[in-house]
Every structure is written in structure tokens, then in C-alpha cells.
């Protein structure tokens, strides 16, 4: 008797060294939304919220709404970053999420502290 071939599991799979960073070749490749150079690097929220606003509406290659658009591509940046992202630079991107909503016409513009 023959034995049983067996499929590998995604841990036996060596993996290549180029298909590891799919994030990165996003990060370099992507074209969905045309962003302006230097805009999470801002220190005002709302002028990145309104770049990234800008950037999706004018998109033809959005698969989605331009709200959804811009709010994907902000936490990507900032799920990208990870670690190295420092608390200031954190706080001012995350309140850029909170300068979104009311750009887009949805809940109301958060409050500072």
C-alpha cells in the first residue's frame, strides 16, 4: 500500500524572502489613493484629514467610499508604524481619525483637550 499524500500546513511552507512584506509592497506599489507627499508627517490633524478627504474623493481607484478610503489608509499607516510611531506622533494620528467623521458629514467633531 501506497502512503497517503499529505498537504503541508502554512508552518512546514518555507517561505521566500520577498513574500513576507506584503505591507511594505503596499506601502511602495499602491496607487488607490494619490496621497501628498509628507501628509502623515503633519502635525495638525485636521490638515491631514483633510488631505486624506482630498485624495479619495479624487480616486478613480478606490474600491470603496472615499470616507472608507481615507479611514483605511490611516490605520494602515499607522498599524505600519507600530512600535516606532511615537505617542505624540500616535495621539495626532489618531485624532485625525476623530477630524474624519465630521468631514465626511458623520457624528460630530471631537472635542480637544
Known amino acids: 500500500m501506497a502512503k497517503a499524500s499529505r498537504k503541508k500546513n502554512a508552518a512546514q511552507i518555507p517561505h521566500r524572502?520577498?513574500?513576507?512584506?506584503?505591507?511594505?509592497?503596499?506601502?511602495?506599489?499602491?496607487?488607490?489613493?494619490?496621497?501628498?507627499?509628507?501628509?502623515?508627517?503633519v502635525k495638525n490633524p485636521r490638515a491631514i484629514a483633510r488631505s486624506l478627504k482630498r485624495?479619495?474623493?479624487?480616486?478613480?481607484?478606490?474600491?470603496?467610499?472615499?470616507?472608507?478610503?481615507a479611514l483605511s489608509m490611516l490605520t494602515f499607516y499607522i498599524n505600519r508604524a507600530g512600535a516606532s510611531l511615537s505617542a505624540t506622533r500616535r495621539r495626532t494620528l489618531e485624532a485625525a481619525k476623530g477630524e474624519l467623521r465630521p468631514l465626511f458629514g458623520k457624528g460630530k467633531r471631537p472635542r480637544v483637550a
Open 17 to 41: 524572502r520577498g513574500s513576507r512584506k506584503w505591507s511594505a509592497k503596499v506601502t511602495r506599489e499602491s496607487h488607490a489613493l494619490a496621497l501628498d507627499k509628507g501628509v502623515f508627517t
Open 55 to 69: 485624495s479619495a474623493e479624487r480616486s478613480r481607484a478606490r474600491k470603496s467610499s472615499p470616507q472608507q478610503s
